[in-house]
């Protein structure tokens, strides 16, 4: 036998050539949806309000309508017109949640009018007077008073009554008895200045059991106040593309999905429910500053760094939504980010003809976008129990959730969606089978559950176009090759004849997961070559065969009439 040499104790450690192929793994269905909100988060701060100078909020985006304001000394919640929120700059005009907002108190009376005593009128005893502002957010407090006048059987004059800050539309002027019968310490309202120009007020003679019945001051905000704001906000942040996992976090950051009425308010919340109803486990969502075109567009565009979203929905039903999402598709299909939209036309309010639909279905003729042929569908309103209609875009949404659900070989034909009672524009079946040849994925009424009738694209023509599962699996087969290839072979230094065939390998390691998953039916041909002219550039090819789905089956049978035994037997 042979000798064998001697090795002493130790580890040897050495490298394949060739690295090892990790296997490649499905990419989960990502549902983004893109919509208007009536949520915000919420602030609180503690601020000094000394003169009239503005003092910057804390955060941006302020939503000025949630705006309350406290006395921190009582907890007193102070009337509006005692100040003052503004937008003091934009930033970036493009960026939405980055306007800056200040607090400033409205500048109230600094100075008591003069008060003269006139010989008409019936008032007896002693009187001081003091004045607020007006502005159209509402009233300040009153100002300095003025010093006491004692009459009997007279009325006053008013001279110097001071004038307000720009914005003030009007004058309040309050009295008080102090000595006399019937006195009352507090003040209360006697008359209104509708301008801001006047500086006298003639004959002042209301009665003291009127004056008793008027309204009183309002609490001001004095110079070196301490004030609590709060208050709502939606920063730039609110507006990135947020992932969630769990619906309350959705009702947290976009708001509840319909308002005290029962009616959508949050078309974003209620959108990403019913998604999430229907199977998404996951949800990106982004909020729109508006819910018109171009904000909503400008959100559209924030989902072109989120690569991992692959199946898109408009949570607005508008004509022009169609057109956004498809020119959304398109351009990041042809950047190798392959993506899938769902549209839906809003016909709760005023149902579209059928032939409007079918018309803009065959206009975009789109492999990667599928449109919803119901506009208007019927579902419960939590808050009154009647019927409420709602948009084919939240169908549009549910559609979406079932797509994320399944895998990428698996069409919804046929399956039922959930958060739904019924059509409003129903189809007869000859009509469906119009919708479906114009590119319309048809949704049926079947004894109150909803199901998809054929799931296709608006590529109706080509039947590699048309199949929903086909182009789903076509983009999913292209990203798990980008993917694969570009964690395992880009950056790899390898002898020049070695380059194509390891490109080989990973793509045929690909498309056999595929195969096996039955996401594919088979593939040819895989080559792999160098570029001439460029030794860093190795081009691959191959051809598959899609698994397509069984849509229609042929069912022949006829009567025999030669089977058994037809011999007559006595006995």
Known sequence: MAVRAYNSPGVTVSETVNPALAPVAANPSLVAIVGAASGSQSASERLILTGTTAVQLGHTGISTGSVVVKLASTGETLNAGNYVVAQSSDPDASVTGDEIYTLARFGSPTTAPTVLATGTGTLTGTYEYAVSFVNAQGETGIGPTSGPVAIVGAGYNLTTIPLGPTGTTARKIYRKKTVGSNADSLFHLVATISDNTGNNLSNETTADATANNNSQPVTGIASGDTVVITYGYTDQDYFEPTLFDDYSDVLAKYGNPTDSNGLVSSPLSYAIRLAMLNGASEVIGVAASADTQTPLENALALLENEFDANIIVLANGSSFASGSLYAHLIKMNSQGYYRIGVYGRDGASSIPTADTLRSAAQALNEESLRFVSVTSLKTTNQVTGAQLNIGGHYAAAAIAGMTAARDVQVPLTRKTLAGFEGINDKRTESEKALDSAAGLLVLEDKGGVLRIRHDITTAVGDVNKRESSVVRAKYELAQRVRDALDAGVVGSVLPLDRGPTLVETVVRSVLETMIVEEAIAAYQ????????????????????????????????????????????TTG
Do not use: M
């Open 525 to 568: 041909d895989v080559s792999g070559r160098l570029l001439s002219g460029d030794p860093t550039t190795v081009e691959v090819r191959f051809s598959y065969t899609p698994a397509y789905p069984i849509n229609n089956i042929n069912v022949v049978f006829q009567i025999n009439t030669q089977t058994g035994d037809t011999t007559l």
